[in-house]
Nanobody, 122 residues
Framework: QVQLVESGGGLVQAGGSLRLSCVVS????????MGWFRQPPGKEQEFVAA?????TTYYAGSVKGRFTISRDKNTVYLQMNSLKPEDTAVYFC??????????????????WGQGTQVTVSS
């Protein structure tokens, strides 16, 4: 049973920082990419960042320059700096166990975490 467990969410003031972590357990397959998505209140889920097995990274335009994705074995991190109220969302990590031509799409990913709440106050 593959599990993705996120941690690191919380309440922070605008301009502050948070670091999200996601640990993949019981892995018996190769990971092609790991990604972060988020769902703001009342909105659709959206892509945030992804990192491939070759360490290529992708970022949504709204977070580029403020967020950094990294990976260490079975754990993926999302360092979030200069947070804004519009970053408020539930953040989900995801794992792709196959190749995709577009890791910004949700259907590139096979396994998903339960989500962690990030709230940025103004």
């Amino acid at each position: 049973q593959v599990q993705l467990v996120e941690s690191g969410g919380g309440l922070v003031q605008a301009g502050g920082s948070l670091r999200l972590s996601c640990v993949v357990s019981a892995r018996t397959f190769s990971i092609y990419a790991m990604g972060w998505f988020r769902q703001p209140p009342g909105k659709e889920q959206e892509f945030v960042a992804a990192i491939t097995s070759s360490a290529t990274t992708y970022y949504a335009g709204s977070v580029k320059g403020r967020f950094t994705i990294s990976r260490d074995k079975n754990t993926v991190y999302l360092q979030m700096n200069s947070l804004k109220p519009e970053d408020t969302a539930v953040y989900f990590c995801a794992v792709a166990r196959g190749y995709s031509s577009d890791y910004e799409r949700e259907n590139a990913y096979t396994y998903w975490g339960q989500g962690t709440q990030v709230t940025v106050s103004s």
